[in-house]
């Protein structure tokens, strides 16, 4: 069974920084594109950035030059460095990913998300 566990939330100042890490565990054949998305309270939950396998990305306008996100397909693992942070950055991040494990069928899965609360 493949799960997928972010770290690295918690509460920064604004202008601040913090690197979230995402890691895919189980019976994994093969990770194709990997994201980060967030849910803010009262909103729907957005896009942030995603990444394929061979490394091209893609941001959400609001994020562009502020965070970068990166994989390391040896680990299994999605990062998201976030810097410049803004209280509008506060939300719940979750990472997703579209796994082939090596005995069931290619699907997105997503982790329990970590919160990021950006506040002075």
């Known amino acids: 069974q493949v799960q997928l566990v972010e770290s690295g939330g918690g509460l920064v100042q604004p202008g601040g920084s913090l690197r979230l890490s995402c890691a895919a565990s189980g019976s994994i054949f093969r990770a194709y594109a990997m994201g980060w998305y967030r849910q803010a309270p009262g909103k729907q939950r957005e896009l942030v950035a995603t990444i394929t396998s061979g490394g091209i990305t893609n941001y959400e306008d609001s994020v562009k030059g502020r965070f970068a996100i990166s994989r390391d397909n040896a680990k299994n693992t999605l990062y998201l460095q976030m810097n410049s942070l803004k209280p509008e950055d506060t939300a719940v991040y979750y990472c997703?990913?579209?796994?082939?494990?090596?005995?069931?069928?290619?699907?997105?899965?997503w982790g329990q998300g970590t919160q990021v609360t950006v506040s002075s």
């Open positions: 997703n990913a579209n796994i082939q494990p090596s005995l069931s069928p290619r699907r997105d899965y």
